[in-house]
């Protein structure tokens, strides 16, 4: 996998359902970010998590970091039509030299 | 603040034109990026400045493309000669520190025929 490379590609749930969106990166962190970006707009930071912290959370956003497999995870609860949108993850390594975005996951939901 | 401001929002030319987009950064942030975005490669860094000043642009992709900042609230991106592979969202970001959080613009979408 390349550094910072989001799963699934592309998710669709029913409004008030649970998403869950993972990536997955190589080298060792100094933060990783989430992104949204709806459709024909630019990207909307939503959240920062620190390679020394384990969970964060945000309203109904929750993001999880787990260094040791190179992972995080997040987690949308009670999902709306509104949260419809691509979501990327950011890694930040080399003390902040390098920045790269992965692919992205597209996520519909449902009314 | 009105947060990023890239113009135009739409851009369509013709092969062999100049192509200038344009921002302004959130006052106060000391870094300046150009991505751009296409289905294929996704996001790309081009470009970033660090007060004014280009700290790497091993992103760009040819000679044709070149980017300034003048000054601190102002950047353009050009294109000349513009080629349709050109064709993409090209997004202006900046940030107060590098390595954390992004604000980006509403993106130029540059259509070459």
């Known amino acids: 996998s390349q550094q910072g490379e989001e799963d699934p590609q592309a998710l669709s749930i029913q409004e008030g359902e649970n998403a869950t969106m993972n990536c997955s990166y190589k080298?060792?962190?100094?933060?990783l970010q989430w992104y949204r970006q709806n459709s024909g707009r630019g990207l909307v930071h939503l959240i920062l998590?620190?390679?020394?912290?384990r969970e964060k959370h945000s309203g109904r956003l929750r993001v999880t970091l787990d260094t040791s497999k190179k992972s995080s995870s997040l987690l949308i609860t009670a999902s709306r039509a509104a949260d419809t949108a691509s979501y990327f993850c950011?890694?930040?390594?080399?003390?902040?030299?390098?920045?790269?975005f992965g692919p992205g996951t597209r996520l519909s939901v449902l009314p | 603040d009105a947060g990023v401001i890239q113009s135009p929002r739409h851009e369509v030319t013709e092969m062999g034109q100049e192509v200038t987009l344009r921002c302004k950064p959130i006052?106060?942030?000391?870094?300046l990026f150009w991505y751009r975005q296409t289905m294929m490669r996704g996001l790309e860094l081009l470009i970033y400045?660090?007060?004014?000043?280009?700290?790497?642009d091993s992103g760009m992709p040819e000679d044709r493309f070149s980017a300034k900042m003048p000054n601190a609230s102002f950047s353009t991106l050009k294109i000349q000669p513009s080629e349709p592979r050109d064709s993409a969202v090209y997004f202006c970001a900046s940030s107060l520190l590098r390595g954390n959080g992004y604000t980006f613009g509403s993106g130029t979408r540059l259509t070459v025929v």
């Open positions: 400045f660090n007060n004014n000043v280009p700290i790497d």
């Open positions: 006052s106060g942030h000391d870094y």
């Open positions: 080298t060792s962190i100094n933060n």
């Open positions: 950011a890694t930040v390594f080399n003390y902040g030299q390098n920045f790269v």
């Open positions: 998590i620190r390679s020394n912290e």
